[in-house]
């Protein structure tokens, strides 16, 4: 267990100021009758992807035509799709049940022509670790890890150390180039929802009940930000959004959306509804929106004005 040399404590006052500011909030999917979940924006901010329940299928909406596309419609392809930074390139893991049993595989998938490439086949253990986007692909199979260059020859210029977090038998583990290092600042427990800053410096996770950490690369508690789910940096690691959600057991009851600033240890409410349930938030790659979904499967795109 890392010693934790430094926990900033969230206080429960939640406020509005200037540093963040909602600009707008659109319905994108008013027009569309079907039901999504788990937005994400593709790596050029053109598009959103998405999926319907059961992480069925991968979708895409383009922001600027309005026009609706399937990208497959395989099981369980929606479930922590890797969008790459050049806009064109898709990592998922669909899966087939065979005798009871999941099997796995790892595909790649052009946005640009829907051309799809299997990496691997239908396997018992196959799962993929948050990542930096770097010319390299990592995966683990038998949590064994592994690595190959990425398809798209674009992103053979993103020639950075490869960096991955993933949480396996209750540990969460750091990989830095090929060595896989144990870091569970807690001792084993829930770790979930855990991820790198863009720069691979800084971890991102929830344990347990007690809300969202942030680490450095050593296993170093740097801040903890308190009932926070689903935390997510924002392109310069300065932000995190995340949402505080209760349940009674069987659903949602309620949910809203924050962002922590980093600098000034202080979370920003930015949504307030009664009738909405906002969940899973993403953010652009401008750090400028945040898409989210309803517990109805509506998609938000939300314009934000945040002062550095």
């Known amino acids: 267990m890392k010693k934790i040399f430094f926990t900033l404590m969230l206080l429960s006052t939640l406020a509005y100021s200037q540093s ?3 600009l707008e909030n659109k319905l994108l999917t008013g027009k569309i009758s079907e039901h999504f979940y788990h937005p994400h924006f593709s790596g050029d901010n ?8 059961n992480y ?3 979708y895409s909406l383009n922001l600027k035509t309005k026009k609706f596309e399937t990208i ?3 099981k369980g392809a929606g479930y922590k799709p890797l ?3 050049d806009g064109k390139t898709i990592l998922y893991r669909p899966y087939k049940i065979k005798k009871g049993l999941k099997y796995n595989s790892i595909k790649t998938v052009s946005l640009k022509n829907k051309k799809i490439k299997t990496i691997e086949s239908f396997q018992r253990e196959l799962s993929v670790p948050n990542q930096m986007k770097t010319n390299k692909i990592l995966y683990l199979k038998n949590y064994n890890l592994k690595e190959i260059d990425a398809p798209n020859n674009s992103l053979s210029k993103l020639k950075k150390q490869n ?3 993933f949480v396996k038998n209750n540990s969460l583990y750091f990989v830095n180039n090929g060595k896989v290092i144990e870091l569970s600042p807690f001792g084993k427990g829930i770790y979930v929802w855990a991820s790198l800053s863009k720069d691979g410096n800084k971890i991102l996770f929830s ?7 942030v680490c450095d690369i050593k296993g170093n508690i740097l801040f903890n930000i308190k009932d926070a789910h689903y935390p997510k940096f924002s392109p310069d690691a300065q932000y995190i959004s995340y949402m505080i959600d209760k349940d009674n057991g069987d659903y949602f009851t309620s949910s809203d959306l924050y962002i922590y600033s980093l600098k000034e240890n202080k979370s920003y409410k930015i949504t307030d509804t009664n009738d909405k349930i906002e969940m899973y938030a993403d953010w652009s790659h401008d750090g400028k929106k945040l898409v989210y979904q309803t517990t109805e499967g509506e998609i938000y795109l939300m314009k934000l004005d945040i002062k550095n």
Do not use: D, P, Q
């Open 20 to 22: 963040v500011k909602v």
């Open 46 to 53: 053109n598009h959103i992807i998405f999926t319907k329940a």
């Open 56 to 58: 069925n299928g991968l």
């Open 72 to 74: 497959t419609n395989e």
């Open 83 to 85: 969008i790459y930074s």
């Open 163 to 165: 960096k991955a977090v």
């Open 207 to 213: 344990f347990a009940n007690k809300g969202a950490y």
